[in-house]
């Protein structure tokens, strides 16, 4: 009884520290306009792991995905630019989205 | 006779006494932790920070890079400055001196992450003292709060290695550092610690007038720390602003054209209020 109640508070004290983890790392996406017709965003996480793999998507006015995708090996995520406004969001979980207003998207 | 010989004895002593505050290698640019890159300009000026005293003319350096990297498994950049470089004149509020500035272009400057900017300057001589000062100098930025190399040694002769991010300082943080001679930690060294206390004007290559603090005493100009037996020190912010460390003689190199050479380790910090 006194091993399971061991293992029941080791597995507890687990879960708190993990979700810890997962709660202090910020999500963090920045793009800019390369100026060719391209648009390059990148990201990462505040604790400077990387965003490999991060779901990417760019949307239209109408709120559409209009593109998808991922951030590559580097956290980096690169596109043609839609005609129109547009907006790119950053998608690595709940509570770890960023949206990014194209018309702040500069070069 | 003897009064006279008193008297000059006297007037050394008190001579002695005046020149309290410490040279400074510069690496400057106004902000260091920046929502989004873009282009920078940086100036470099060889001077006495806290009174924005004598600035001595520097040569053109020997190295000035800047390393970059995007988060923790990113790989680091290295871009040579050097070739960037301009001379400008740099008043200080009691003379005029040779500086440098650099504007470094956005296609460099524009991605998240960490930037390390290190400056090894020509060693300049000081007459006074018939000695070789050359201050090995790093200056951090950051874009986008994405962390890089900022803990990372540059694999300089001597730098300080800090353990606290030195572009994220809240005022009345405690900043931690390590200093290195060859990659070495250096024990017991003598460490002179400075407060920029009169704001770099960018456009006219000045310091401005105004002070922001005052000094109750020459040893506040430049406080005096020590490196522990690891070679860490650490130093609570007391005010915003920028805060200059510099270990004395750290660096393994001890003479130059024949004279003795004071090679130093320089690092700058940036503290603002909450």
Known sequence: MKKIFTKLVVTGGLIALSATAALAHSPLCSCFDNGDGTVLCEGGFSDGSSASGVKMYVRDDSGAVVLKGAMNENS????????????????AGEGHSIEIDGSDIVE | MKM????????????????????FQMVYTPEIAKNKGGETEVKLVFTHPYEAGHTMGMGMPEEFFMLHQKGEEGKTKKYDLKKLLKPITWTSLTN???????TLPKKICRSMGDYTLVLVPAPYYEGEEDIYIQQITKTYMNVGGLP??????AGLKTEWLPLVKPYAMWTG?????QLLSGGKPVANADVEVEYMNHEPDMKKNAFKKEAKSEAPQDAFVTMGVKTDAQGYVTFTVPK???WGFCALGSGPDKEFKGKEL??????WI?????
């Open chain 2, 148 to 153: 890089g190399n900022w803990s990372a040694p």
């Open chain 2, 270 to 274: 940036k503290a603002v209020d909450m």
């Open chain 2, 96 to 102: 005029s001196g040779e500086a440098y500035e650099a």
């Open chain 1, 76 to 91: 980096e995520f690169e596109f043609n630019k839609p005609a129109g406004h547009y907006t790119v969001t950053f998608d």
């Open chain 2, 4 to 23: 006279k010989v008193v008297f000059l004895n006297l007037l050394l002593a008190v001579a002695m006494a005046v020149p309290a505050s410490a040279h």
């Open chain 2, 240 to 242: 915003a602003g920028w």
């Open chain 2, 262 to 267: 004071s090679q130093d380790a320089v690092i």
């Open chain 2, 173 to 177: 943080m405690t900043f931690k550092a």
